[in-house]
């Protein structure tokens, strides 16, 4: 069973830096996008930053030249490097990747999610 685990989250002050890792286990055929999502306490989830297998990236607006999604497709693992953190960047950040784990089946899978808190 395909499991997404996150790690990296915390506590830091505004200004700072942090890096969320996501590690994919279980059987995967192919991994086909890996992404960012994060919800505000009393909001949305809403999208982060995506990345293709390809490597092409997207993007919300508000983390645009402040965060920096990366994968490494021989670890099935994607990153998430943020900078210039904000308090309104404080939130649960989950993991979500579409996954083939056989040939002919492809499913949508999310983490556990990791609590980043910015604080001023």
């Known amino acids: 069973q395909v499991q997404l685990v996150e790690s990296g989250g915390g506590l830091v002050q505004a200004g700072g830096s942090l890096r969320l890792s996501c590690a994919t286990s279980?059987?995967?055929?192919?991994?086909?996008?890996m992404g960012w999502y994060r919800q505000a306490p009393g909001k949305q989830r809403e999208l982060v930053a995506h990345i293709l297998r390809g490597g092409t990236t997207t993007y919300a607006d508000y983390v645009k030249g402040r965060f920096t999604i990366s994968g490494d497709n021989a670890k099935n693992t994607v990153y998430l490097q943020m900078n210039s953190l904000k308090p309104e960047d404080t939130g649960v950040y989950y993991c979500?990747?579409?996954?083939?784990?056989?040939?002919?089946?492809?499913?949508?899978?999310w983490g556990q999610g990791t609590q980043v808190t910015v604080s001023s």
């Open positions: 279980g059987r995967v055929f192919s991994i086909h996008t």
């Open positions: 979500a990747a579409d996954i083939s784990p056989v040939v002919g089946h492809r499913s949508y899978y």
